[in-house]
């Protein structure tokens, strides 16, 4: 448990630098702008034809008090929260965003998550290109 600890603590002292942005532009551009739009706006093709439409990512902040919300992202997109309108877990790519290397992450409060580096590198792009 010891060991668990020191390694966690010592991924979380790594700079915020870990996730690669730029890599989560060119996961999200691939497998989810046909819903959510090349903005993450909601507004991907797909989205007249979905009985739940998506919602503008730009915005998941400013609907959080001003918090990007890391830790409800990562559930939503691992499949921790599975959303329906998904017929499952997000993303039905999911193979795709799994990896080999652990990401470790925090929310505002400091809590940690652990994560592939593919959902790391999304989160890290979603929460920069929040409005």
């Known amino acids: 448990m010891r060991i668990v600890t020191l390694a966690l603590a010592a991924c979380l002292a790594l700079p915020a630098a870990a996730q690669d942005a730029g890599e989560g532009r060119e ?17 991907g093709r797909m989205a007249p034809i979905l009985t739940v439409l998506p919602p503008d990512l730009t915005g998941l902040a400013a609907r959080n008090g001003g918090d990007f919300p890391v830790f409800a992202v990562a559930r939503q997109i691992d499949g921790r929260d599975p959303m329906l309108a998904h017929g499952g877990d997000m993303p039905i790519f999911g193979r795709w965003f799994e990896g080999e290397a652990t ?17 790391a590198d999304v989160i890290a792009y979603l929460e920069g290109i929040q409005e």
């Not at 505002?108 to 593919?118: A, C, D, K, T």
């Open 27 to 43: 996961l999200f551009q691939t497998y989810c702008t046909a819903c959510h739009g090349i903005g993450g706006r909601g507004d």
């Open 103 to 119: 990401v470790a992450m925090q929310a505002p409060s400091g809590q940690p998550i652990l994560l592939s580096r593919p959902i």
